[in-house]
């Protein structure tokens, strides 16, 4: 937490639900269901553009300037 700071490390509690439902399915032979499958594939997406978003911006920028430059 020291690193990437608090509100940071608050993004990764989106994760609880994801692994409560790995180890349902790993633990206690749950059945694992397509809208688990697509929850999860939400929440990991919705992690890593919380937590890349100036990486993403930055890309976005360069290339909305780029396409500027070309008209």
Same mark, same amino acid.
């Given at each position: 937490m020291r690193v990437i700071g608090p509100s940071q490390a608050a993004v990764f509690m989106n994760l609880m639900p994801l692994v409560g439902i790995i180890c /349902?399915?790993?633990f206690l032979d749950e059945r694992f269901y397509?809208?688990?499958a697509v929850g999860g594939a939400l929440i990991i997406l /919705?992690?890593?553009l919380t937590t890349?978003?100036?990486?993403?911006a930055y890309k976005l920028s360069k290339y909305l300037v780029k396409r500027r430059h070309h008209k």
């Open positions: /349902g399915i790993a397509t809208s688990e /919705g992690v890593y890349q978003y100036h990486l993403l």
